[in-house]
């Protein structure tokens, strides 16, 4: 499977902006050779979902086809991730298990959010393909990310499985040199890209770093 260092996460957003958002979003991504653009929004229905996971599918397709893939993976919801044709889902504790999801669902890229080293041991036996990781820092986008992860944690975490670790929390282009040492394999944002004066520009950057410091 292919590297999936760089993950971009859609912010909460209404119907009113949806289109032209998701469109400069699915730019940046491409554009920066984002890896995964990942689409999470706990302010819409199964059905908004799922309209806008197929917008964003059919504006990836539009791009030339010898540009870099970017993965689309869907937050939650394996069913809606399989009905629009998605690449995957990301699951967290209180999701469907990740054994389960494979079994029901085994063409679909499957990450699973881990606080401790048991959860993120159990995500890859249960055929995760990635762990998300964090809060590494202080964020405002998640309201649900819980507690600031430790960074010998993350380095604990990174130690006990063989799929990439995925930090997430309060990441931006200038603090990515500072999880060198955590042993990351990527990262993800939210905030970093989508509230720059310009998401191409910002995820242009935060490629350039992730490449220069983090391990791939």
Do not use: W
């Not at 209404?14 to 920066?32: C, G, I, P, R």
């Not at 197929?54 to 539009?62: A, G, N």
């Not at 819980?146 to 063989?162: D, H, P, Q, Y």
Request: proline letters at 3%.
């Amino acid at each position: 499977m292919k590297t999936l260092n760089f993950h971009i996460i859609t912010k909460d957003f209404d119907s009113d902006e949806e289109e032209k958002y998701l469109k400069d979003l699915v730019d940046a991504a491409v554009l920066s050779s984002a890896d995964v653009l990942q689409l999470r929004n706990k302010r819409i229905s199964a059905g908004g979902l799922y309209r806008s996971a197929v917008f964003i599918k059919k504006t990836l397709e539009s791009f030339e086809k010898d540009k870099k893939k970017t993965v689309l993976i869907i937050n939650d919801r394996p069913d809606i991730a399989y009905a629009a044709g998605a690449d995957g889902v990301h699951l967290g504790q209180d999701d469907l298990p990740a054994a389960y999801v494979k079994k029901i669902f085994p063409g679909l890229i499957i990450g699973v959010s881990a606080e401790n080293i048991e959860q993120a041991v159990k995500a890859e036996k249960d055929g995760a393909d990635y762990i998300g990781i964090g809060p590494a820092y202080l964020t405002g986008s998640k309201t649900d990310a819980g507690s600031l992860m430790a960074r010998e944690t993350m380095k604990e975490i990174c130690g006990a499985v063989k799929i990439p670790a995925i930090a997430i929390g309060g990441i931006n282009e200038f603090n990515i040199k500072e999880l060198t040492p955590a042993g990351v394999s990527g990262i993800a944002v939210i905030g970093a890209v989508s509230n720059a004066a310009s998401p191409a520009e910002a995820a242009a950057k935060l490629r350039k770093n992730i490449d220069e410091y983090l391990k791939n």
